[in-house]
């Protein structure tokens, strides 16, 4: 079993940046690759990052790419997603993902 729980979605103007976060409980965090998705109304949920149980292998969507950067702090348990140079494009919600485990989701909405 894995818990996740998302943090730090919000709205911002599009240019601007934001931090998303998960945080894990259950299962060894440390052992387990853990990405992210996103879903805009409408539309099919989409995979954005992943990243690998020791950070050495990271990957991005085309759409994200050279915008976001994923990465994990073992030690504390979470996994983060820098936005920069958002676009309206981008407005979605976010989850963490590992495996067929989800998180509840944030919400993620930029203005143009």
């Known amino acids: 079993q894995v818990q996740l729980v998302e943090s730090g979605g919000g709205l911002v103007q599009a240019g601007g940046s934001l931090r998303l976060s998960c945080a894990a409980s259950?299962?060894?965090?440390?052992?387990?690759?853990m990405g992210w998705f996103r879903q805009a109304p409408g539309k099919e949920r989409e995979f954005v990052a992943s990243?690998?149980?020791?950070?050495?292998?990271?990957s991005y969507a085309d759409s994200v790419r050279g915008r976001f950067t994923i990465s994990r702090d073992n030690a504390k348990n979470t996994v983060h997603l820098q936005m920069n140079s958002l676009k309206p494009d981008d407005t979605a919600v976010y989850y963490c993902?590992?495996?067929?485990?989800w998180g509840q989701g944030t919400q993620v909405t930029v203005s143009s």
């Open positions: 259950g299962r060894s965090f440390s052992s387990i690759d």
């Open positions: 993902n590992h495996a067929s485990y």
């Open positions: 990243i690998g149980w020791n950070s050495r292998s990271t």
